[in-house]
């Protein structure tokens, strides 16, 4: 198994994700998640993507028609705090976020704390019980830590008895290296 980070969270998903399966990639980037969540969930499943850039749904819809992906989800030009408007409460199985840039886009376009913390409790109303919120916390560089230090201590605040929250880490990589975490709704 590779232990990159998107590897590592792609793993993850695969096992909770399942045919007929409502997903959300929050942070649809180059579509990587998007199309993983539309594999899984299927033909009876659906997929919302959401980004605030219009090169985000360029690239996804690019790369879902060139692996001829089921046509079983929407690319919203909208931001993820909104997903709300979106699905219904305690519909979704899996959400996903990549909290920074969109790599090989505008670094100046990076989520940010308030609305990331937004979203992610948004998030949490819509995910049914056994549904899973998986983050990719990218820090330091151009996105800095304000993001990553937020999101961190909003998770620890998270009630024990309704979420699991499990954090790990690349201990010995240089760099701040990316931070995944699994929160599955109990």
């Keep these: 198994m590779n232990y990159q980070i998107t590897q590592w969270c ?5 096992q909770h994700v399942k045919e007929g399966d409502l ?3 929050a942070t649809m980037g180059n579509g990587n998640d998007t199309l993983l969540l539309s594999r899984l969930c299927g033909k009876t499943g659906h997929v919302l993507a959401f980004d605030i ?4 749904l360029t690239h996804t819809k690019e ?14 030009l909208d931001s993820h705090v909104n997903m709300g408007n979106y699905a219904k ?19 100046a376009l990076a989520t940010r704390p308030d609305s990331s913390i937004l979203a992610l409790e ?13 983050l990719c916390i990218y820090s330091g560089g151009d996105s800095g830590f304000e993001e990553r230090d937020a999101i961190l201590a909003w998770l620890k605040e998270l009630d024990s008895r309704s ?3 499990i954090k790990t880490d690349y201990y010995n990589r240089p760099n701040n290296p990316p ?8």
Excluded: W
């Excluded at 850039?53 to 985000?56: K, P």
């Excluded at 409460?89 to 670094?107: A, E, Q, R």
């Excluded at 931070?179 to 109990?186: A, C, E, S, T």
């Design 10 to 14: 792609a793993h993850l998903i695969t």
């Design 122 to 134: 948004t998030s949490l109303s819509l995910l049914k019980k056994g549904g899973i919120l998986m």
């Design 53 to 56: 850039q219009r090169l985000a």
């Design 23 to 25: 997903c959300i990639d």
């Design 63 to 76: 790369r879902l028609e060139k692996e001829n992906a089921a046509h079983n989800y929407e690319l919203l």
């Design 89 to 107: 409460p305690m519909s979704v199985s899996c959400i996903v976020f990549n909290f920074g840039y969109l790599p090989g886009g505008d670094h």
């Design 179 to 186: 931070i995944p975490v699994l929160v599955v709704k109990q």
């Design 163 to 165: 979420y699991l929250v």
